[in-house]
């Protein structure tokens, strides 16, 4: 049986990108939500809950970036001059985020501060940027020639303004369950607030998103099944998904309404997964909207091959070590322990 090496690719890719916006998105909020601590205890305290994850989460960037340029050049070549500035922006901001990250524990008063507001800041803008580049890939790149035929501001959209601010929230919500898994006392009892808080504007910017991208581009209205301003049944096998998204937010609310610790977590990495399949059903099988399908911008099947050679061996290591470190730093985070 000869294998579907486009096909395998464009689902490694897919699952690296979704593990990274779960795994990095929470404790990009974690930073986000840095500003609401009551104290630079508290502050402590959330790094704490991330220090020994938060640089690992950021290999499946690497991975889904990686990925994108070996397996499918021609997207990869689209792609980056479409989405230059904001990218970079992130690219900045999560330096500057890391390099926070370690000044934090060696600064004095002001520079604790400084530091403090970097962490900070880079987090928002790190988010803010990969909601840009969100909103502006489902809007579409223009392509003419196999070549990017746009604007260098084309993603700087109301649109893509809204996703990014969606982002933020979800981002923001995916930080508060965690700090509701993680911690105890006082500060769990913030993480609880600022979850509501959170889940409340996520459920209100993801059904605005929702909406506003049907009106985005009539391709995804008609996958929807909305066209020429009928609806029909087609969509019916795709209905599962949004379902997926209201129990996920079903189960945050019922969570932090029984004072569950893991479960509002659990409930928000099914609404960030409805989300996810909901956008790749929108514009699959295309990886530059909506103008070249995945196997066209696919690299030669024997360099596919000999990458997947590579990722076969590396994969289970890296997702071993990941669930290893998760599970040697299990439990909560204390205000007496310091930086892992």
């Known amino acids: 049986m000869t294998l579907d090496l486009p096909l395998i690719w464009a689902g490694l890719i897919a699952v690296a990108v979704l593990l990274y916006v779960l795994l990095d998105g929470f404790d990009l909020g974690v930073g986000i939500l840095f500003p609401f601590a009551r104290s630079p205890k508290d502050r402590d305290v959330m790094m704490d809950s991330i220090a020994p994850v938060w640089d690992g989460n950021e290999t499946w960037l690497v991975l889904g970036g990686g990925g994108l340029l070996a397996a499918f050049p021609l997207a990869y070549g689209i792609l980056a001059p479409a989405f230059y500035l904001p990218l970079i922006l992130m690219l900045l901001a999560l330096i500057l985020r890391g390099v926070a990250f370690e000044f934090r524990l060696h600064g004095r008063k002001r520079g604790k501060a400084f530091w403090t507001a970097a962490f900070a800041g880079g987090s928002l803008m790190a988010t803010i940027a990969q909601g840009l580049v969100l909103g502006g890939f489902i809007q579409g790149v223009a392509v003419a020639d196999g070549r990017f035929a746009g604007q260098p501001f084309d993603w700087l959209t109301p649109y893509s ?25 006082e500060l769990h009892g913030d993480a609880r607030r600022w979850t509501w808080i959170a889940g409340v504007a996520t459920a209100a910017l993801l059904g605005a998103v929702s909406l506003a991208t049907l009106a985005v581009h009539p391709r995804v209205a008609a996958r929807w099944g909305f066209q020429d301003g009928a609806f029909t049944w087609e969509v019916l096998p795709f209905l599962p998904i949004p379902i997926l998204g209201a129990a996920g937010l079903l189960i945050v609310v019922e969570g932090l309404r029984r004072r569950e610790h893991g479960m509002p977590f659990a409930g928000t990495a099914l609404v960030f997964l409805s989300g996810y399949l909901g956008l790749a059903v929108s514009f699959f099988p295309a990886i530059v909207p909506y103008e070249i399908d995945f196997r066209q911008a696919a690299n030669a099947d024997n360099a596919l091959a000999l990458m997947l050679v590579g990722v076969a061996i590396m994969l289970p290591l890296i997702l071993g070590y990941t669930a290893w470190v998760y599970w040697l730093f299990r439990g909560k985070v204390g205000g007496d322990e310091g930086y892992h």
Do not use: F, P, Q, R
């Open 161 to 185: 303004l809204l996703v990014a601010a969606g982002l933020v929230a979800g981002y923001a919500l995916l930080g508060g369950c965690w700090l509701v898994w993680k911690t105890a006392d």
